[in-house]
């Protein structure tokens, strides 16, 4: 590193800037390359001297998006799990994220599908050596059986990786949340409430929120895709009935949904008396409420606290998780969101904060390690169900399986995968 003097290439006499210049000698470097990096002061006048007197170099030129990991990646000093790792550490925005982003980019995930990989190449390496010499010549019989068992061990592994009810995946790009429920009930203030700002557009005239509205939130440490859709309700408008096919849509493609209600407009009776079996819910939410669907009776302030614990109860013996509030008065609030954050870990078997951060961290945190990793299970399948006299078709679906894993870190055939994951990185990473 040295303090010095930034001076036009072709013009030794035109200095540009006081700084300092980092030479970073290959394979050492983030690249692999050799590397210098010229620290300025930050002017944008002096930024822009500097990278237009080196676009005048003809072997100058800015770099693509993700090409410094790229060349990264292709010198051997991240596989494709860091890459990934070290994108999502950069768009990371909830505690979780940051955790499995920091694994990844470290290397562990790395070092546990090398592990899964060097495994069935050992496994492979047994059986090939039964195709070469035969069994009982000279290696010692039980060989095969032998690569069963390591191959069996290995398969539980990958199934133990595969049942983990999504949570990597879940902790890393988020729960898809739709609200729901009919004109005036709620929804956008259920929003901007969960968004603790007026991100939505809330007022009293029924029909506002035409089209879905999206944030992405922090529910008690779980990231949170939340949309809020448009009221549903029979109209002849086609602008607003092109919102609700969208609303149910969403819905329907959600992982949660939680429909809110205005408890003044569910009770069974107009008096109010919760003497009915059942809340008067509008036909046109019937077709989008399952078993999962989630309850938010909003303006309880409208209503006395007896018609609220009898709504709930109603909701609860019909196994559906409800919670009475007024976002408006704000009443009920706190713990309708303590609750909520409560049923989403739940669903999605997690813990709460910091339980969650002591459990072992999941392996897959992307949709591509799932696809890869249930190849090289079936693969594994395979091979166990092999008869020992089809030595050569075991050995090939060995190798498949240590392929389909070596997918994972980027060792095979990439090109295509390569382009998708550099793509989103910023200039110059
Ligand atoms: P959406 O159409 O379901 O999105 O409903 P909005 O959130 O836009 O709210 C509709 C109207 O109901 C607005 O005038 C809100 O101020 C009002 N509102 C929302 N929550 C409450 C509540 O808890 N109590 C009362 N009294 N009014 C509420
Ligand atoms: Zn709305």
Redesign the pocket.
């Known amino acids: 590193m040295e303090r010095c003097r930034i001076v036009h290439p072709t013009n030794p006499l035109e200095q540009l800037d006081d700084g300092l210049a980092v030479f970073f000698r290959g394979p050492r470097s983030f690249t692999t390359e050799d590397v210098v990096e010229l620290h300025l002061h930050s002017g944008r006048a002096i930024i822009s001297s500097v990278l237009g007197a080196l676009s005048q170099l003809s072997y100058c030129r800015p770099a693509e998006a993700g090409e410094f990991t790229r060349r990264a990646f292709l010198g051997g000093r991240m596989d494709l799990t860091q890459v990934e790792g070290l994108k999502d550490l950069i768009n990371a925005e909830t505690e979780g994220q940051r955790r499995i982003a920091l694994r990844a980019a470290g290397g562990t995930a790395r070092a546990q599908f090398d592990e899964l990989r060097t495994g069935i190449i050992g496994c492979l390496a047994n059986v090939e050596a039964l195709i070469d010499f035969g069994e009982g010549e000279d290696i010692e019989e039980g060989v095969y059986d032998q690569a069963r068992s390591r191959a069996q061990a290995l398969l539980c592994t990958i199934e133990k990786h595969l049942n983990d009810d999504r949570r990597g995946e879940i902790i890393r790009s988020g729960v898809r949340l739709a609200i729901f429920?009919p004109?005036?009930?709620?929804?956008?203030?259920?929003l901007n409430f969960l968004a603790q700002r007026e991100a939505?557009i809330?007022?009293?005239v029924?029909g506002?929120?035409r089209d879905i509205l999206e944030l992405s939130l922090d529910i008690g440490g779980l990231p949170v895709i939340v949309a809020?859709t448009a009221?549903l309700r029979k109209t002849d408008d086609v602008v607003e009935s092109i919102g609700i096919e969208r609303a149910k849509n969403a819905v329907r493609g959600a992982d949660v949904s939680l429909c809110?209600l205005a408890l003044p407009d569910v009770l069974p009776s107009p008096s109010g008396n919760m003497d009915a079996s059942s809340l008067h819910i509008p036909e046109e939410m019937a077709e989008l409420i399952t078993q999962d669907t989630m309850f938010l009776l909003?303006?309880?302030?409208?209503s006395s606290t007896h018609t609220c614990t009898a709504a709930l109860a109603l909701s609860y013996s019909q196994g559906h998780t409800a919670w009475a509030a007024?976002?408006?008065?704000g009443e009920g609030t706190g713990a309708f969101l303590a609750g909520f954050a409560r049923a989403l870990h739940h669903r999605f078997n997690l813990r709460d904060g910091e339980a969650e951060q002591e459990r072992e961290v999941p392996l897959i945190t992307h949709a591509r390690h799932r696809v890869h990793l249930e190849s090289a299970r079936r693969f594994l399948q395979a091979f166990l169900d092999t008869p020992a006299c089809d030595v050569v078709l075991g050995a090939e679906e060995l190798r498949y399986a240590a392929q389909a894993v070596g997918k994972i870190s980027g060792l095979i055939d990439v090109e295509h995968v390569l382009d998708a994951v550099f793509r989103d990185f910023c200039i110059g990473k």
């Open positions: 429920g004109p005036n009930a709620g929804k956008s203030s259920l939505a809330v007022t009293p029924p506002t929120t809020d009221g809110v909003n303006k309880s302030d409208l007024s976002l408006g008065t």
